[in-house]
């Protein structure tokens, strides 16, 4: 099936300084990604959806500007936290779709901010 | 708009009996919909999905789901549960004839079985 990789799968960073979460799509181009993010016990909360060579659709509520989205590829989206604080730490999950129906998620990465 | 309703929070239930995890939707038009898994710290694993025909639908790992258009429901099932199944499973929708891109997601459900 389908492979979503996320990198790091875990990261601490200290408070203030930014952080960088690479998705691919290991096999499959995926002109739709999406940026989750979930509290512990807790359901999925969509932080935006980005399409290739265009910029992010950011649901109500999340900063544009703290949570940087870069689509800069068909495998490839990023987010980047600017200037991380302590409420920030969460599991952030991407996920892919390659075509109509499906979306293929990411292992996750846990950020931690000290 | 379109949501997703998990009435339990937790289910629990013995080795080798069957198991239900309940989902309703709503959507204004047809909806598309999926089951997923999440183990601990891990992201959401693809069980199954619903997109047209049969209303029974067949899975990974032994589950099914039975879509019910009158009920709006769909509920995951699995005749014989084993104690590898407990995770944290949720159900999602997507209105196939909104102009919606993304899955809404409900609240989860975690699911334990005892041995």
């Known amino acids: 099936g389908a492979v979503v990789s996320q990198h790091p799968s875990w990261v601490i960073c200290k408070s203030g300084t930014s952080v960088k979460i690479e998705c691919r799509s290991l096999?499959?181009?995926?002109?739709?990604m999406f940026w989750y993010r979930q509290f512990p016990k807790q359901s999925l909360m969509l932080m935006a959806t980005?399409?290739?060579?265009?910029?992010?659709?950011?649901e109500q509520g999340v900063e544009k500007d703290k949570f940087l989205i870069n689509h800069a590829s068909l495998t490839l989206s990023t987010l980047t936290v600017t200037s991380a604080h302590p409420e920030d730490s969460s599991f952030y999950i991407c996920?892919?779709?390659?075509?109509?129906?499906?979306?293929?998620f990411g292992p996750g990465t846990r950020l931690t901010v000290t | 708009a379109q949501s997703v309703a998990q009435p339990e929070d937790q289910v629990n239930v013995a080795e080798g009996n069957p198991l239900t995890v309940k989902c309703t939707y709503s959507?204004?038009?047809?909806?598309?919909l999926f089951w997923y898994v999440q183990y601990p710290n891990r992201g959401l694993q693809f069980l199954l999905k619903?997109?047209?025909?049969?209303?029974l639908v067949k899975g990974s790992y032994g589950f099914e789901a039975e879509f019910n258009k009158s009920q709006t429901s769909f509920h995951l099932k699995k005749p014989s549960a084993l104690v590898s199944d407990s995770a944290l499973y949720f159900c999602?929708?997507?209105?196939?004839?909104?102009?919606?891109?993304?899955?809404?997601f409900g609240s989860g459900t975690q699911l334990t079985v005892l041995p």
């Open positions: 996920s892919a779709r390659p075509d109509t129906y499906e979306q293929y």
């Open positions: 096999d499959f181009q995926a002109t739709t």
């Open positions: 980005s399409n290739e060579g265009s910029k992010a659709t950011y």
């Open positions: 959507v204004s038009g047809n909806p598309y």
């Open positions: 619903y997109i047209t025909g049969d209303n």
């Open positions: 999602a929708v997507r209105d196939r004839s909104g102009s919606a891109r993304q899955l809404t």
